[in-house]
């Protein structure tokens, strides 16, 4: 009975664990997906070079659907009324071939099952049924209605809509991005073939669906264009239910493409980059040629010319390889999606020169580099003295390969010479954050902007500790680590550098890594840094971006460092905190606000770990619409556990200064 029992055990974990296993995926295009693998394509569904085809032009009546291969787990067993969320992003194109014919349009699809039954074969996009009366069966959709049919109440042909197994919707609205610099909703055509860009919030806990839609380019609008609330929605919702997308048509031509897809029901959604994506537009009716025939022969040239270029590129390779090339070691193979070359990464920087140079420190020097294909890059050289720790490192940046997120300085590869690791990130144009508040008095960084870069960083702090399965923890948050793109967004780099240093170099020693005047105090005694301990180091950032101040500065009377914190901290009990805030910037704050992100700081850095904020609530604040309408009395009560602390000996400012070496010797 025994080895029964432990079988049966394993079995039902076997079960238990492939039916809740989360969904999390991102198309940026649908080059090399493969019907069967990727995506389970049904009936006139093709792949398209890099999208994805809904209807057939060619046949009078036809339709299409394609879903995710894997099912959406929405409920923990079939009689359960809870509900699962995700989320979804999408970019699709729909283009008339007469801009004057009925319309079509396409829809996002919640099914369970691939070919629902009774589906029309050239209408009600190819997923419902005409019987009068729908009954209640697990198939939700989302239209995104390009035509009129006054017998489905729809209110005009350019509107989207919840259908619960129905085609006529039980709430539409019409296709429009809210935008917040006016506060007022902006209509757009979504039928002349410009990518528009969907985001679908499914909340089901509350019952909830919001869909925004806005053409791409717009970013994401901060109010949704549609919401839908009603617990109906749980009976149109089975335990497992496929995820994807269906069109239909009839005799006249609409071409339906999804060109990106991203989903997650883990968390934060891996976002879709927009740039590359290509685009179908009306032609002007001089060219004898169709547009697809256009668009087909422009694709096939550049894909030519691709297929050339990377033929003579790994020919290329294949001849200087041995000579040129470090040795690659078999383990190496194994980690990451990209190795740059030394060759390429010597070449993209001009030899490594000083011109390149952008910095050094922290954990190596940096260099601006230049892709071939003219992308710049940052490359940056971390030199470390055991190949073990490389290689322990390397296995733990595997996995962070796939962390992406808005405000993450993206990682696009690597490449090691020796024990020289050298990794290729994104270049972000504006530099560091410190350099904007402590080196240029000319052009000092505002206040909308100083908040704008620190919710920012919450964010992409808070998609590090929970927005992924397993916390990952950053250990050297400090404003040298924050980078400013084109935009002026901040962005986190660096993120999981500090563990390489901490692979003891001594045996049973785990040296603390990270930077003086940014170490929580609990770190001089555990040496074990958390999730709370970035919330520290993020605080000290707060206070430092809010004051203008180092975190440690040399004080002009006394001959000894001052610590930005204590400093703010005495200010506070004071009463006087808002005296504390940069006077270089006070025409453009408010005091209640600067009180608040002060007061948000001091929480962060609070000496008890426990009793610090967490990501998710910092960033709820900052990202939140009004900075100044955050839970008061929370951050009162959080700003200082109460004045023993400073008596107690336990002054942060004195653990703040613990004897750890700022920088590890390189
Ligand atoms: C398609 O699936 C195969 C097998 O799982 C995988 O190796 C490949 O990377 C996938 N392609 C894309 C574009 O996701
Ligand atoms: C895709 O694969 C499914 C089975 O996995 C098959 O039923 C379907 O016909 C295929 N579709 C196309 C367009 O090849
Ligand atoms: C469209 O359908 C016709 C007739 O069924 C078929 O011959 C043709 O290959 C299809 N076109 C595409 C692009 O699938
Ligand atoms: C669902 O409810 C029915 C009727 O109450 C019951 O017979 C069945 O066992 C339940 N199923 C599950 C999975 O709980
Ligand atoms: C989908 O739901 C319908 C209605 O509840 C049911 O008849 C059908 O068997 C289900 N299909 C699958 C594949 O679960
Ligand atoms: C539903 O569609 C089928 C096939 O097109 C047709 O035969 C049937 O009459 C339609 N039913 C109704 C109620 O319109
Ligand atoms: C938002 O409205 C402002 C003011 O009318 C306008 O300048 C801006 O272009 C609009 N933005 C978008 C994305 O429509
Ligand atoms: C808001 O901005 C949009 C886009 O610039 C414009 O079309 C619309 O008229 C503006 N609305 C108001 C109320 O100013
Ligand atoms: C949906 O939008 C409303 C505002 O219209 C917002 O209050 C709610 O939190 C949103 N829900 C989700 C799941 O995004
Ligand atoms: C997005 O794609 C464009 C072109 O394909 C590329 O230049 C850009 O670096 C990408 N951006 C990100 C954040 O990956």
Redesign the pocket.
């Given at each position: 009975m025994q080895p029964f029992f432990f079988l049966l055990r394993i079995l039902f974990l076997l079960i238990f664990l492939s039916s809740t296993f989360a969904l999390d995926f991102l198309f940026n295009s649908f080059i090399g997906t493969a019907n069967g693998t990727n995506l389970t394509l049904i009936n006139d569904a093709r792949i398209d070079t890099s999208t994805i085809r809904l209807t057939n032009d060619s046949n009078q009546f036809s339709f299409g659907r394609f879903f995710y291969p894997t099912t959406l787990s929405m409920k923990p067993n079939s009689n359960s009324t809870s509900l699962s969320s995700f989320s979804t992003s999408f970019v699709f194109s729909v283009l008339p071939e007469i801009s004057t014919s009925p319309g079509f349009g396409l829809c996002f699809v919640l099914s369970n099952s691939t070919s629902p039954p009774g589906a029309l074969a050239s209408q009600y996009f190819g997923i419902f049924t005409n019987a009068t009366d729908p009954i209640v069966a697990p198939l939700l959709a989302i239209e995104f209605d390009t035509g009129q049919n006054p017998e489905f109440n729809d209110p005009d042909g350019n509107h989207i809509g919840i259908d619960l197994n129905n085609i006529i919707s039980a709430q539409t609205a019409p296709a429009q991005y809210f935008n917040s610099s006016n506060g007022s909703f902006v209509p757009f055509n979504m039928r002349t073939g410009q990518n528009v860009h969907a985001w679908i919030d499914f909340d089901g806990v509350n019952f909830e669906i919001n869909v925004t839609v806005a053409p791409v380019g717009v970013s994401r609008p901060p109010r949704p264009t549609l919401n839908y609330k009603n617990p109906l929605i749980a009976n149109y919702v089975s335990s497992e239910m496929f995820v994807g997308f269906s069109a239909s048509k009839t005799q006249w031509v609409e071409a339906q493409r999804v060109l990106a897809w991203s989903l997650s029901d883990t968390g934060v959604l891996r976002e879709i980059?927009t740039?590359?994506l290509p685009v179908f537009i009306i032609e002007s009716s001089s060219s004898s040629l169709s547009s697809g025939a256009i668009a087909g022969i422009v694709i096939g040239c550049v894909a030519f010319v691709i297929i050339c270029g990377s033929g003579c590129y790994l020919f290329w390779r294949k001849i200087f390889r041995e000579e040129s090339e470090d040795e690659i070691e078999d383990w190496e193979l194994e980690y990451w999606p990209h190795r740059f070359s030394y060759e390429e990464l010597k070449q993209a920087t001009n030899g490594f020169s000083n011109e390149n140079l952008l910095g050094s420190g922290g954990f190596g020097r940096v260099f601006k580099a230049k892709l071939p294909n003219n992308?710049e890059v940052a490359v940056k050289c971390v030199n470390h003295d055991s190949k073990q720790g490389l290689r322990e490192f390397m296995a733990e940046i595997e996995s962070m390969g796939r962390l992406q997120h808005k405000n993450l300085v993206?990682m696009r590869g690597w490449c090691r010479k020796g024990n020289e690791l050298m990794l290729v990130y994104?270049y972000m144009l504006n530099g560091s954050l410190n350099r904007w508040i402590f080196d240029k008095p000319q052009k000092l960084l505002g206040w909308r902007q100083r908040l704008l870069v620190l919710a920012d960083v919450a964010e992409g702090l808070n998609y590090l500790h929970h927005g992924w399965d397993q916390v990952v923890v950053h250990r050297d948050i400090k404003s040298s680590n924050i980078l400013l793109d084109s935009e002026m967004r901040g962005r986190l780099g660096d993120f999981g550098l500090a563990k390489l240093y901490e692979h003891g170099q001594v045996p049973k020693t785990t040296r603390v890594v990270g930077t003086l005047g940014y170490l929580a105090p609990e770190l001089a005694t555990v040496a074990v840094p958390t999730a709370a301990s970035d919330v520290y180091s993020f605080g000290v950032v707060v206070l430092e971006v809010v004051c203008g101040r180092r975190p440690l500065e040399m004080a002009m009377e006394k001959e000894e460092e001052q610590v930005l914190m204590d400093w703010v901290r005495e200010l506070y009990e004071e009463g006087r905190v808002r005296e504390a805030a940069d006077a270089r910037v006070q025409q453009e704050y408010e005091g209640e606000e600067v009180e608040m992100v002060l007061k948000l700081g001091l929480a962060c850095c609070h000496p008890d770990p426990l009793r610090r904020p967490t990501m998710k609530e910092v960033a709820a604040v900052l990202v939140g619409e009004e900075v100044a309408a955050a839970p008061a009395d929370l951050l009162n009560e959080l700003a200082y556990g109460g004045s023993t602390v400073g008596d107690d000996g336990s002054s942060v400012g004195e653990d703040s200064r613990v004897a750890v070496p700022p920088e590890p010797p390189m």
């Open positions: 980059n740039t590359g992308t993206q994104d």
